[in-house]
Structures are given as C-alpha cells and as structure tokens.
C-alpha cells in the first residue's frame, strides 16, 4: 500500500490469492496466467552463484515478452544452493523485478516447514507476487505434506503456487486448497499432466493450473483451459508468442508458431540442464553454462544435471540449431 492509501498491484494479488479472486489482464484474462519461466541459475567459471547475471537474465525474460519469472525450483538446481545464496538470489529477482513487467514468484520450498516458513517471509518482505513449493523431498505422507503447506499459508498471505508430485491426486491437491485459502495455483507434474487438467477444470474450475515439461504439449493444455505453463528460460520468446496468438483466439498461427519450440525443446529434453544455460550463454546472457551437476532432490527422473553429455558434437549441434533459429527469436 502506498502512503495515501492506495493499493500496489502487488497488494491486490494478495488479497486475491487470500479470497481466491481472479484479477485482470495479466497473461490473458486472470491473475497470474501465461508464461512464467523457470529462471536458470547462473554460476561463475569459480562456481559461485552470478548475482550479475541472474540480473540480466531477467532483463532478458523481460525482452522475451514473458508474463512471469520463477526463480528458484527444479530447472534453477534449487537443491544445490545454500540458504545465504537463495536469500541474496531471491532478492536479486525481486529487486530486478519491480522494475519490469513480468510477475514474480519465488520459490519457498524446503527439506522442513521452517525453513520454508523463512523463505516464504523473506518473499514477502520482498513484495513478491506469488510463492511456490514442492513437497518436502521424499516426504510420502499426505497429512505432513498438508501440514506443511499449512504453515507456509500461515507465514504469507501472498498467493501460493503448490508444485504437485508423486502422490499427490487431483483431489488431494483440491483438498489442500480448501484448507489453505492462499493455495490458489497449481504447477501439476503428478501423474499424467493432460486428463488431471481436465480433472482440475470439472472438480475446481477456480484453481489455476499450471504445467512443466519444458511446455511439450502446451497447445493440448490450453484446449483443455490450463493458466499456464513453466518451461525453462533459454528460448522464452517463442513460447510466448503462442499463448499471446492463442488467447487473442489466432490459433492456426499460434500453432505454427508453436512448431519452432518443439525443435528447441527436443534438444533439451536430451542434454538437461547444461544445454538451456549454454543456449543462453550463445544469446549472450550467461558468460558460460557451469552447472552444480546436482541431482533433483524431488524428481528422480527429472536430473537437474545433463542426461547426455554436453561434449562438442553436442555443443556443434545446439550452436548449428540455435543459428537457424535465431531469426525467430525475438530478445
């Protein structure tokens, strides 16, 4: 809130994600909708986190045309950071954030509640527009997952991403927003994403359901009434482009722009996370592609260092594809 009383748009998401409210224009009709990349962590030839460049990269989502940023979570090797490192990145995101139009969300979750819980109060001493969390790592009971949420809903009333895994069914997760007013959004890679979208529309059609999987199957989601989709960061002015068409209802060109992120996300699929920061080392925003080579705490199959190795056939590879490419590319 302002001095004279006037409510920040940030103060308006709070109240929003408090009393479940959709709110406007952002990403094309709601509150938090459209593309929110996964902010890639950059690291320094030394290995230590690039505050610099973390900043530049969201100058860089900015040019990309994105409707939000999210930094830390699985695609940033959240588990391979410290907590000081997370507390100055986060704070570097959000700092750089209120300076452009993208929303931000920061990521809070934690091996405990309470350390969640201080994530989640420095997100929002930082005013950021949403939090989100996975689970506990490994933690298979559903009831000290609920209680876990629980108390990060009871540190912030900002808006709250639940990034759903493993167990966690449709209903559970609906279950949990019942009892959580603040968890109004859900980045879902539980199950099979698709039908539990059109789960989440006929079940709770006021929950805003968000995907991964670097988007692969984005024009399906949209069909079926996602709000969203979290791919990483390296190529994030192609996707957006296809929800910006799609929305405005141009959907034959939103599927031929669409064509131009399946080829850039194939190679990815294959080289994890090394070929997202070296594509963005190629468009000139990280100075290399050092990764803390950190398997996912959360997602065994998902590694947060390369399925295949990064040599120079693939780095030949990725620099040919990213040349014929680059005339699509708009940042």
């Known amino acids: 809130m302002t001095q004279d009383g006037t409510l920040t748009r940030r103060g308006l998401l709070w109240m929003a994600g408090s009393c479940g409210i959709a709110l406007g224009a952002r990403g094309g009709g709601g509150a938090l909708r459209g593309i929110y990349p996964i902010v890639q962590t950059p690291f320094t030839d030394a290995g230590k986190l690039d505050l610099e460049t973390l900043a530049k990269e969201m100058r860089f989502l900015d040019r990309c045309g994105v409707h939000g940023a999210v930094w830390p979570q699985l695609a940033s090797e959240y588990a391979a950071l410290t907590v000081d490192e997370r507390m100055e990145g986060m704070r570097t995101v959000a700092a750089e954030g209120k300076k452009l139009k993208p929303a931000i969300v920061l990521g809070v979750q934690a091996p405990t509640a309470a350390e969640a819980v201080k994530y989640a109060r420095h997100a929002e001493k930082l005013e950021a527009d949403a939090v989100v969390a996975l689970p506990p790592p490994g933690e298979q009971n559903l009831d000290r997952v609920l209680d876990y949420y629980r108390e990060i809903g009871r540190a912030t009333p900002l808006p709250m991403f639940v990034q759903s895994i493993g167990n966690m069914s449709v ?55 996602s ?27 939103a599927i031929e722009r669409w064509g131009r992120c399946l080829v850039l996300i194939t190679e990815v699929q294959q080289y994890g996370i090394a070929s997202l920061k070296f594509l963005l080392q190629l468009r000139g925003v990280f100075p290399n592609h050092v990764t803390r080579n950190t398997p996912s705490a959360n997602v065994p199959n998902n590694p947060v260092s390369t399925r295949v190795a990064l040599d120079d056939n693939a780095k030949r590879v990725l620099t040919e594809i990213y040349s014929l490419m680059k005339p699509h590319l708009k940042a």
């Open 171 to 225: 209903d559970f997760v609906i279950a949990m927003s019942k009892a959580v007013p603040s968890l109004r959004y859900v980045k879902d890679e539980a199950g099979v994403t698709l039908p539990r979208i059109s789960e989440y529309r006929a079940k709770a059609p006021e929950l805003n359901i968000h995907t991964g999987a670097h988007g692969i199957t984005l024009i399906d989601e949209m069909m079926r009434g």
């Open 227 to 253: 709000a969203g989709s979290m791919p990483a960061a390296s190529f994030a002015d192609l996707y957006t482009p296809v929800w910006d068409l799609w929305q405005a209802g141009k959907k034959k060109e």
